[in-house]
């Protein structure tokens, strides 16, 4: 049976008077992708950057591979989230003035990690999402849907604990959807990696191992 993973007690966020979670209990186990639903205003993305540590609760703790995070000071946060958590957003973020390749490579970079083994990592995983002619593109010359490839290799590049995805599949056609997601599936399996997919692709979402909903700031 797997551990957990990330385990989440009484998280709550209020944005002025208005309770977006409301005391929210979580479990997600190692090595297994859990995809959660719910209608827009719901709260997931607002849980989703709780998770990954980019937003505080209001109360609530939060423990990721064992670690409380809270009890991190912001330069020890920052370097746990960009060791341990890769973040595929709906909107891509990628650096314009960067080819693919090397918006890929940030993480690694920011890591101190430069050698070639990590360019050839980050070369697989673009060839792995069908982006092999777009290595030395800028993400200005690609689609909408090749630049949320290119977001997704990135969220990968070092090998994260855990990888959130908000939408990730918002600007895919139903291929590349699938292609994602079986990128997903074939990490779980092959590196144990745990993945938290927001979505409202109720065909991506049954393909998990799990799936939570969301309804009015509480799991239903």
Do not use: C
Not at 12 to 34: C, H, M, Q, R, Y
Not at 66 to 76: D, M, P, S
Not at 201 to 206: C, S
Request: no cysteine.
């Amino acid at each position: 049976m797997n551990s957990t993973m990330i385990q989440a007690r009484g998280i709550a966020k209020k944005f002025g008077s208005f309770e977006v979670l409301k005391g929210i209990d979580l479990d997600i186990p190692k090595g297994e992708i859990t995809s959660i639903v719910g209608a827009s205003g719901a709260g997931k993305t607002t849980l989703l950057q709780i998770l990954g540590t980019l937003n505080t609760p209001d109360a609530g703790t939060l423990r990721i591979g064992g670690q409380e995070v809270h009890a991190l000071n912001r330069k020890q946060l920052a370097a746990f989230r960009n060791q341990h958590i890769g973040f595929i957003f709906q909107f891509h973020r990628l650096l314009p003035e960067f080819t693919a390749l090397e918006n890929v490579l940030m993480p690694a970079w920011i890591a101190g990690n430069d050698g070639k083994e990590y360019e050839q990592y980050a070369t697989q995983l673009l060839v792995d999402l069908g982006l092999q002619d777009h290595l030395k593109q800028s993400p200005s010359t690609l689609s909408g849907g090749e630049q949320q490839r290119v977001a997704a290799a990135r969220a990968l590049m070092n090998r994260p604990s855990v990888v959130l995805a908000d939408e990730p599949t918002g600007n895919l056609d139903s291929g590349n959807a699938d292609s994602l997601f079986d990128l997903f599936v074939e990490l779980r399996d092959r590196v144990q990696q745990t993945f938290i997919v927001v979505t409202h692709n109720e065909k991506l979402a049954q393909r998990g191992d799990h799936l939570i909903k969301l309804a009015d700031g509480k799991l239903v």
